[in-house]
């Protein structure tokens, strides 16, 4: 009886292990593929923000991106993480 108890709670513990190692990944690929995807949807959005309205400074999702608007490109700069995009012509 005790025997089958320790297995019973070692089971359990190896699924409790397998569990968090999981999650653990889940956080690992969130913050190495889907975070910089989210910057760059976030300075596209950023920079037609900038265009529509002619504003220098735009915030979204409250972080504050500088827009530089040149005649063949916009680069746009967060200015708490310095990621910065250029995002030029599609057609010419």
């Known amino acids: ?5 320790i297995a019973e709670h070692l089971a359990a513990i190896s699924v409790f292990a397998l569990a968090i ?11 190495t593929q ?8 976030e300075a596209y959005q950023a920079a037609n923000t900038a265009l529509v309205t002619g ?3 735009v ?3 409250g972080i504050t991106w500088q827009v530089e608007v ?5 680069k746009v700069v967060n200015t708490a993480t310095q990621y910065t995009q250029t995002l030029g012509r599609d057609a010419d």
């Open 55 to 57: 504003d220098k400074q």
């Open 34 to 41: 889907l975070a910089p995807l989210r910057l760059q949807a």
């Open 21 to 31: 190692v999981w999650l653990s990944g889940i956080v690992t690929y969130s913050q």
């Open 70 to 74: 040149s005649d063949n490109a916009v």
């Open 1 to 5: 009886m005790k025997g089958l108890m």
């Open 59 to 61: 915030v979204i999702a």
